[in-house]
């Protein structure tokens, strides 16, 4: 009797435990000191890092910076933003980054991943080799791509005289009209390996009943191509689009090693056009780039937006 007896005062004090050690353990329920704890590093690194660079930005626009001396001059660095016609030509090229070569990065991926999902010979060893880039940083890609862009012992050139076409040799980061083109080439490179990973993900995450039945209807790799797998790998794409066209209109790393936005602003973007006026052309006056930088941020934003409204998917594919 004395057992139940105690084991009936003991049994509302777990009872009373249990809910207070199943609310320190649930972190929907976790106390506003432990979500301080947690909450304020993050927010710390990301308002000294990111938030106050961006206003401070925006607010040194309005001034001429010279060393430590500021001059207020209101919106003159934006009026006179309109008549640079270098930056015009920095848009200009930085547009042609970011709406043409995110098609060539996604095709190019999705074709390798269609490679691999057919079973090429090799697949294991091609799915290294081709994702290997993605893994290089900027500066080795670069310097590996101007080695084989050399005019005189590059691998371009060289197989050109091979087959008999000489004539077609050039010097491909120091020609105007190719120079551009060719540091895209590069870009894609080493981006296409990444986007073959994704899209390979997408594909082998499709109804194997659907593509099963293009099979027994003898369905060829073209049709089922067209109208199958890329409606259905459609978000996917987009989505890939999107994140290669945010990357691109702020490229900077690669161009400026490989050409420095030459020759002749060929290759100019608006990231390496800021880097210039803040610290190449000792102008000694921050403010100016700050306005460029402050109008870009805007462009960006804007185009982000507009994209995810002219490519949002009313009719969503369910699989």
Not at 63 to 87: H, S
Not at 89 to 108: E, G, K, Q, S, Y
Not at 238 to 249: C, E, P, R, S
Request: glycine letters at 6%; aromatic letters at 16%.
């Amino acid at each position: 009797m004395a057992k139940h007896a105690g084991t009936d005062v003991e049994a509302p004090a777990r009872a009373s435990r249990a809910p207070r050690t199943r609310r320190f353990s649930d972190p929907r329920r976790a106390s506003f000191p432990v979500l301080l704890v947690f909450l304020v590093p993050a927010l710390a690194i990301y308002f000294g890092l990111t938030a106050y660079p961006a206003f401070r930005t925006i607010y040194d626009s309005f001034f001429t910076i010279e060393g430590m001396e500021r001059i207020p001059v209101g919106f003159a660095n934006y009026v006179a933003l309109w008549q640079d016609e270098t930056f015009w030509v920095a848009v200009r090229n930085t547009f042609i980054w970011a709406f043409v070569a995110p098609i060539l990065d996604v095709a190019t991926g999705l074709l390798l991943a269609l490679a691999l999902y057919a079973g090429v010979p090799f697949a294991r060893f091609l799915r290294i080799a081709w994702f290997t880039p993605v893994l290089l940083s900027y500066v080795v890609v670069a310097i590996l791509w101007m080695w084989i862009y050399n005019y005189d012992w590059g691998v371009v050139n060289e197989l050109l005289r091979a087959m008999g076409l000489g004539d077609l040799a050039r010097s491909w980061l120091g020609d105007p009209n190719t120079a551009l083109a060719a540091v895209i080439v590069t870009h894609a490179w080493k981006w296409a390996g990444f986007n073959m990973v994704v899209c390979l993900a997408a594909i082998h995450s499709l109804p194997r009943e659907v593509l099963e039945a293009s099979e027994l209807d003898n369905c060829g790799w073209g049709a089922k191509l067209r109208y199958m797998i890329v409606p259905m790998l459609k978000p996917t794409l987009l989505n890939l689009y999107v994140l290669a066209f945010i990357g691109k209109m702020k490229v900077f790393d690669l161009v400026w090693i490989m050409t420095g936005g030459g020759p002749l602003w060929a290759t100019e973007t608006v990231s390496t056009y800021v880097y210039k006026r803040a610290f190449n052309w000792n102008t000694f006056d921050l403010g100016y780039p700050s306005a460029i930088a402050a109008v870009w941020f805007g462009v960006v934003c804007a185009a982000v937006i507009l994209l995810n409204k002219i490519f949002k998917s009313k009719d969503r594919l369910e699989y």
